[in-house]
C-alpha cells in the first residue's frame, strides 16, 4: 500500500491510498489519518480509486479515525472506491455511518 498527502490545511487534507489494505499495513493507514485527526482538520478526504482490496483491519482504522474527527465536528470522506471495497462496508452496514464520493 502507498499512502500520499496531496495537500493539507486546516480546512481540508486529501490522501491518496494505492494497492491493498490489510492487518500487515493497516497501521501505517492508521498512523497518517489519526495524525491528520489530531490536527482537527475539518474534513479528510480519501480518494480510494487504487485501493483494490481492505481487510477488516483497514476497516477499524477508518471507524477510528471517523470517531475522532467526528469528536471535534470534522468530516472523513471516502472516495471513488471500487465495487469490491463498496460492498465490504456496504455487506458490513457501514454505509450508514460513512460519507462516500
Do not use: P, Q, W
Not at 471507524?63 to 465536528?73: F, M, N, P, S
Amino acid at each position: 500500500m502507498d499512502i500520499k498527502i496531496l495537500d493539507e490545511s486546516d480546512e481540508r487534507a486529501d490522501v491518496s491510498l494505492n494497492g491493498t489494505i490489510t492487518f500487515k499495513n493497516s497501521n501505517e493507514l492508521r498512523v497518517v489519518l489519526v495524525d491528520l485527526s489530531k490536527k482537527k482538520i475539518k474534513k479528510i478526504r480519501v480518494d480510494m480509486k487504487d485501493v483494490d482490496y481492505l481487510d477488516s483491519s483497514a476497516i477499524a482504522t477508518f471507524i477510528e479515525c471517523l470517531k475522532i474527527t467526528r469528536a471535534y465536528g470534522g468530516e472523513l470522506v471516502l472516495r471513488n472506491l471500487n465495487e469490491t471495497c463498496k460492498d465490504i462496508f456496504m455487506i458490513a452496514r457501514l454505509d450508514k455511518i460513512f460519507t462516500f464520493e
